[in-house]
């Protein structure tokens, strides 16, 4: 090996190494662009294409033989069921995010409070929401809100109450989606929480220990702030993911009952596959975009300064 | 503050404060516990009356007794599904699906990942991002041109891959691998640039760089990854509901969800079976790979 770089090193080199050097640079980048170019026709051609492809279909009708501009727009605001489904969006979406949110925060804490030794026993039972697939639980949710047979009105009934009608109702089916959602979603907050308490710094509670801080000084002090961006992450990546969510809708109520727990995705579903009509069903699910935009426009911000700051 | 701090070890009231600290924390520990059982009992309940119910026949099921006791338990809902055609078709069609994504996604996004975090060139950071940025797009934005894009590519080629289990191995990998290639970036951006530069030095070309040096070490991430896009595939329900239809192409989410179910309210303890051995093998691979689950879990927003 030294011999080679002696040998290198008295030859007129200037010009040998920026020749080397040059080659070697192309034959890099040659390799580089060919090992990702799989990625890059994957993203082009199945994610970017369609995605423009979907403006294109919004402005056709239902035949998608004639070009109608924004004559699907102009139907779905006339459409009572469009606002609801917005309405209904909004709602899940929100409470949903909340929640989780809340709950994950809340059973973070009482994870990392307990001795390090029982930690991963708890963890690992409180994430089991999120490994099961959401198809499958959902199903178990539904059976659990049966109309005759629900396991909950029966425990209800024990303590004389009387039955609820989980998924027949609109107010109790909207509240059953979004506790379905927040049981799938909370553990995962609870996990990015606990990954980033394990990284506040002892020291800083002891320093707000000693100078008298109580427990709701040193959470809002201390731990929120050393938190902000694991929070601000996740919770707009659950933002993202709640308000595109559709196999719970799907499966617990499917839209129902009257469209009233429908979301987005599940109406567009129901009218692109389901009713034939794909221009409309994709002028339906375009109508996520400007909130997911704004979501991944916070989210790459927050990544990016988390990058900077290491 | 050292003062007050000096003043206090210097104090007599010190042990009794030291008890009264210790006894705070035991009740905050009792506390943490307590909560922590209503937390998991909310946690477990779905999963653990699947296990209720489909050790029930359909007998008990629709009798009037305690919904959350077995009092004759049975395997009958276990031995129908595991001897029944449809079933182990739908099985093995979910099973061969997930094996070829994930074989897909790896050889897609471990060479982008690794030149996309050693080998500068023109764009590659911008790439980054755009790899990002996909991952951020939900599956439900997209379901419908798809759909729409593979009903014209069967009419103008002839080649028709609507209602074929094997049109999910082309969809799929645009969910893995955007977020596969992003973890991995961020694992390989991690290792020092002394080892590739040493193994460079020695004489090894970039295709033994990455196999020699980058896979084994980043060999945690690899596994996380690739328990990600197993999940990922042997979960999803919008796709194979939109693409697939014909019975013996279903994939388990869907062909449970579209073939148990039949308005018969006694079927569930079939349903509940069926969910439960779908169930299973994200569950068992969750028991053994905890650690390595949970890492590709937290890495989406801690790498990068």
Same mark, same amino acid.
């Given at each position: 090996m030294a011999d080679v770089a002696i040998e290198r090193n008295a030859a007129p080199r200037t010009a040998r190494k920026r020749a080397s050097l040059r080659t070697a640079l192309k034959r890099k980048s040659t390799a580089a662009f060919l090992m990702t170019l799989p990625l890059i026709l994957l993203i082009s051609l199945l994610v970017i294409y369609p995605a423009f492809y979907s403006l294109h279909l919004a402005t056709l009708n239902k035949s998608m033989q004639r070009f109608i501009g924004l004559g699907n727009f102009q139907f779905l605001f006339k459409r009572e069921t469009f606002w609801l489904v917005v309405e209904q969006s909004c709602i899940f979406a929100i409470t949903a995010v909340f929640f989780k949110a809340l709950i994950g925060f809340i059973v973070a804490h009482f994870v990392h409070n307990?001795?390090?030794?029982g930690q991963r026993k708890w963890r690992g039972m409180l994430l089991v929401p999120w490994v099961i697939p959401p198809a499958m639980s959902t199903l178990a949710w539904l059976w659990l809100f049966?109309?005759?047979?629900s396991a909950f009105n029966y425990l209800l009934a024990g303590v004389g109450v009387d039955r609820i009608p989980w998924t027949g109702e609109t107010g109790w089916a909207r509240f059953s989606v979004i506790l379905v959602n927040i049981w799938f979603g909370a553990p995962f907050f609870m996990i990015m929480y606990l990954a980033s308490l394990k990284s506040v710094p002892d020291q800083l509670y002891e320093a707000a220990a000693i100078d008298g801080a109580n427990w709701w000084q040193r959470i809002w002090y201390v731990t929120l702030p050393m938190m902000r961006n694991i929070i601000a992450i996740t919770t707009l990546f659950s933002v993202i993911v709640t308000f595109a969510n559709f196999d719970i809708v799907r499966i617990l109520t499917a839209g129902g009952p009257l469209d009233r727990t429908h979301v987005f995705a599940t109406w567009a579903f129901r009218i692109?596959?389901?009713?034939?009509d794909i221009p409309l069903g994709a002028s339906v699910s375009l109508f996520m975009v400007p909130i997911l935009a704004i979501a991944a426009v916070f989210i790459l911000r927050d990544i990016n300064k988390r990058g900077n700051e290491s | 503050m050292t003062s007050t701090v000096v003043i206090d070890k210097a104090a007599p009231t010190r042990p009794v404060k030291l008890r009264s600290m210790s006894r705070d924390r035991t009740w905050a520990l009792r506390w943490s516990y307590f909560f922590l059982t209503l937390f998991a009992v909310f946690a477990l309940v779905p999963p653990l009356y699947m296990v209720i119910t489909s050790l029930k026949t359909s007998a008990e099921i629709s =009798? =009037?007794?305690?919904? !959350? !006791?077995?009092?004759h338990p049975t395997l009958s809902n276990y031995v129908e599904l595991l001897t029944s055609n449809q079933f182990l078709t739908f099985f093995r069609n979910s099973a061969l699906v997930s094996i070829f994504v994930v074989t897909i996604t790896m050889l897609i996004s471990v060479p982008a990942a690794f030149a996309l975090a050693?080998?500068?060139? !023109?764009?590659s950071a911008t790439l980054a991002t755009g790899v990002f940025l996909t991952y951020l797009i939900p599956e439900t934005l997209l379901f419908l041109p798809l759909f729409k894009m593979f009903v014209a590519f069967g009419d103008l080629?002839?080649?028709?891959?609507?209602?074929? !289990?094997?049109v999910l191995l082309v969809i799929y990998p645009t969910l893995t691998v955007p977020f596969c290639t992003w973890i991995m970036i961020g694992y390989f951006a991690s290792i020092p640039k002394e080892l590739d530069e040493a193994a460079i030095i020695d004489g090894a070309s970039w295709f033994q760089t990455l196999t020699r040096i980058f896979i084994p070490v980043a060999l945690p991430g690899l596994i996380a990854a690739t328990i990600f896009a197993f999940t990922v595939s042997w979960a999803q329900f919008l796709y194979p509901l939109v693409f697939t239809t014909s019975t013996d192409q279903l994939v388990l989410p869907v062909g449970i969800v579209t073939t148990?179910?039949?308005?018969?309210?006694?079927?569930w303890g079939q349903i509940m079976t069926g969910a439960l051995l779908g169930a299973a093998p994200p569950l068992i691979i969750y028991a053994f790979l905890m650690d390595y689950y949970i890492a590709g879990l937290t890495a989406g927003a801690t790498k990068g």
């Open positions: 307990i001795p390090a030794k049966d109309p005759s047979y692109g596959i389901e009713g034939g | =009798a =009037a007794t305690n919904p !959350w !006791w077995v009092y050693r080998m500068r060139f !023109w764009g080629t002839g080649i028709q891959l609507i209602n074929k !289990w094997y148990l179910i039949k308005g018969d309210v006694f079927a």
